[in-house]
Structures are given as C-alpha cells and as structure tokens.
C-alpha cells in the first residue's frame, strides 16, 4: 500500500518567488495535514483539509494557503517567499478524523529559499 | 493552548541498554497521543498511537503509556540497538469539538544516540 506522496522532494526558490508544493494521501485518506519543520521552532502545524474544506489553520501569514481537491490530494502555497520560509514541509493524511485513526506522514518537501 | 515538552532534549547510551523518553503536555483534555521517529533529513515514522482511554500501546521492544492525570506519556525501549538512532517526537490532539482537535501539536523531540 502506498504510503503519503509529498513532491518535489527538493526545492530552491529565490526570495519574492512563489512556490507550490503537493501532497497525495494514502488511498481512501480524507483528511491532509500540512505541518512546517524548522530548527528553531520545531514542527508547527499549518492546516487541515478533509473533503476539501479546510477545518482548521495555524498562526502563520496569509502567504500560506492550501487547498484540497476531490481526490483527497493537496496542495499548499506560500507566495512572496521569504528567507525564514525554508523549512521542511511536511504532509500527513488520516482516515478520518486523526484522533481516532492517528496520522501518517509523507517524507517532505525541504523548501530552501536564497 | 496546549504545550509538550520532552526531556531529555538528547540522550546517548550504550547498545543494549533500556531506555525511557518522557513527554509532558499541559492540557489533560487530550483525545490522543502519537509517538513518532525521525531520521536525519527524513519524514515522520509513527510508532505508536494511545487512544485517550488507553493507558499504554506496545510494539515489539517498543512500550508506550499514557498518563492523563498526571500530563505524561513515556516511551520504553527494550534492548536498544544503533539502529534506535534517531529523533523521537511525542505529538498530542486535543479533545472537544471545533478545529482543535483537528490538529497535532508537538514536543521538540529526544535526540537518541545508541553505541556500538
């Protein structure tokens, strides 16, 4: 069974720039989670789709958006990149609800911005 | 707002020995606790999942509990091995309705280092 799918793997991107980053879930997944990874402060959760209705949002800026289609794949958006931006981007996918179900995580993207 | 902490931030031990990772959260309101891996540069690896009710979960030489009164969860591994070597992060969902629960927040995670 295939597990979470996140692409690209790599990315360097130039401050200003935008940058789009996807995310297929493990099949018959509903919900996407999309969670940011830095040094400083760890992992810090971003949003939440489930049938492409985003339920819940983190504190950071309206440079990051996401959306999900009806096949359950999101993606996610950061527009006007800027250097604190690089991070590893992580997706995870759930069942259902992921209390009960627990999450799965896909590998990353590692965004870096110059 | 809930917070984790895991203590200790990093840990090294010798091949064999058994450890314990400890993780504190501050709302006791949670629905559930997730233990994670991660190696260098990688995604996250789930080990185990404690529903709120449950008081632990075991996988293999993998044992995890959770203690809701108390704010604690801890991760016991039996008879460590190099290949353990890596991040442990503890991640906890709330309880309740509306967009909290909708969401993990994480501890900083336990850099483990086993030797040879």
């Known amino acids: 069974k295939a597990g979470v799918t996140q692409t690209p793997r790599y990315l360097i991107k130039t401050r200003g720039q935008q940058v789009t980053l996807s995310c297929s879930p493990i099949?018959?997944?509903?919900?996407v989670s999309w969670y940011q990874q830095t040094p400083g402060q760890g992992l810090q959760f971003l949003f939440e789709y489930f049938s492409e209705t985003q339920r819940n949002k983190g504190n950071f800026p309206g440079r990051f958006s996401g959306r999900q289609f009806s096949n359950s794949r999101s993606e996610m958006n950061v527009s006007t990149l800027e250097l604190g931006d690089s991070a590893l981007y992580l997706c995870?996918?759930?069942?259902?609800?992921?209390?009960?179900?627990?999450?799965?995580f896909g590998s990353g993207t590692r965004l870096t911005v110059v | 707002k809930q917070e984790v902490t895991q203590i200790p931030a990093a840990l090294s031990v010798p091949e064999g020995e058994n450890l314990v990772l400890n993780c504190s959260f501050t709302d006791s309101a949670i629905y559930n606790l997730q233990w994670f891996r991660q190696d260098p540069g990688k995604g996250l690896t789930s080990l185990l999942l404690i529903q709120s009710s449950q008081r632990e979960q075991t996988s293999g030489r993998l044992n995890a509990s959770l203690d809701k009164s108390s704010g604690r969860s801890t991760l016991y591994i039996a008879a460590s091995q190099p290949g353990d070597s890596a991040t442990y992060l503890c991640a906890a969902s709330l309880e309740g309705s509306g967009g909290s629960n909708y969401k993990l927040t994480f501890g900083k995670g336990t850099l483990l280092t086993v030797n040879p």
């Open positions: 099949s018959g997944h509903r919900s």
């Open positions: 995870a996918s759930s069942l259902a609800t992921g209390w009960t179900y627990g999450y799965t």
